[in-house]
């Protein structure tokens, strides 16, 4: 890339992180996905890219230093509780996740503690939560930066321990405990199944489905859109950030941040969709262009006859749920003008 032309360094570099990377997320490859975003940092923003570097590079390596140094004590206090460590080692937080970060911090680097993180691995997930017990009998925990991946995984399929204590000096560190599958997750995404299988090892984890479905669904909507409209559509229903609701029998569906009722029905089934006539979140009702959130549980109110409203258009999130309100309208020609009347992206 340095020895493009400025323009196809910036081309290049926004097609990365507006596409590749997220794409890499998505599937889970937690790495790729890092690197991507740290080679296009670089020339897409090259300003906030300098004054990155220079306000964390001393930061980094004394953090480094200073986990480091620790490490053997923390192994150590892990050991003589009978727990089995597989690895320890520290990880350093990518450059461009770490300035999105700081964007929410009024670009302080004081208050981000993973700038460098402890990572733990250990060999199951009785042995996480009981690593996580030994960290905090020794360590106090800074409260609300406890965080359960395990129970409850990232959308990406991500699962880990997270806690941010206070370690010798004072100083907060973020310790991250983690199985050798969910490393191997957390690395490679959907990729580490194929390996494990190719290598002969155990297939001690499975694919997950909601990830072989995206592509598969990914695949799909790219032969049925039209030329013109693939990158937009892709980036707004694919490539968004993405949450987990849930269906009342506890089915998950995974759809794009902001996303509504009517998106979530239409996600199911296009008669559900056609159907709505009012919706319950987490057993309230809610309006039907109300924005779901992470871990909700949506039950639509069917109506007795499909009876779409031209007004969803408006408020709708997934080109999945327009092209089934547009399709109703065609096919029942309610509005054969509809196309012209309403151009709703």
Request: with cysteine; hydrophobic share 35%.
């Amino acid at each position: 890339m340095e020895f493009m032309a400025p323009e196809d360094q910036q081309r290049i570099s926004m097609e990365t992180l507006e596409i590749y990377a997220p794409i890499a997320e998505r599937l889970g490859m937690g790495n790729l996905k890092g690197d991507l975003e740290d080679l296009a940092f670089k020339y897409a923003q090259p300003e906030e890219y300098n004054w990155l570097i220079r306000q964390i590079q001393d930061k980094r390596t004394n953090r480094k230093k200073y986990i480091d140094e620790i490490m053997p004590e923390v192994k150590k206090r892990v050991l003589l509780a009978g727990i089995k460590v597989i690895n320890i080692d520290s990880r350093v937080k990518h450059l461009y996740s770490l300035y999105r970060k700081l964007l929410k911090y009024d670009k302080d680097p004081n208050r981000v503690y993973d700038l460098v993180a402890m990572r733990i691995i250990v060999p199951d997930i009785k042995s996480c939560y009981e690593t996580m017990g030994i960290v905090h009998k020794h360590y106090k925990p800074l409260p609300g930066l406890i965080k359960d991946y395990i129970s409850f995984p990232k959308p990406t399929g991500y699962q880990s321990l997270h806690t941010t204590v206070f370690c010798e000096g004072g100083k907060l560190v973020e310790i991250q405990i983690r199985t050798p599958e969910m490393h191997d997750y957390a690395d490679k995404g959907i990729a580490a199944h194929w390996l494990y299988s190719e290598s002969g090892k155990k297939d001690v984890f499975k694919t997950n489905p909601k990830e072989v479905q995206w592509i598969i669904e990914l695949r799909n909507f790219l032969r049925g859109v039209m030329t013109g409209e693939t990158l937009d559509q892709v980036k707004s229903d694919f490539l968004k950030s993405r949450i987990f609701v849930f269906t009342p029998q506890g089915q998950i569906k995974d759809l794009p941040r902001g996303a509504t009722p009517i998106d979530f029905a239409y996600s199911a089934d296009a008669g559900l969709g056609n159907r709505v006539k009012g919706a319950r979140v987490n057993d309230k009702m809610v309006p039907i262009d109300y924005e779901l959130r992470n871990g909700e549980v949506v039950d639509i109110i069917r109506g007795k006859n499909p009876k779409p409203s031209r007004d969803w258009l408006r408020f709708v999130k997934t080109n999945e749920a327009k092209r089934k309100i547009r399709s109703w309208f065609r096919n029942n020609d309610e509005d054969k003008d509809l196309g012209k009347k309403d151009k709703i992206k």
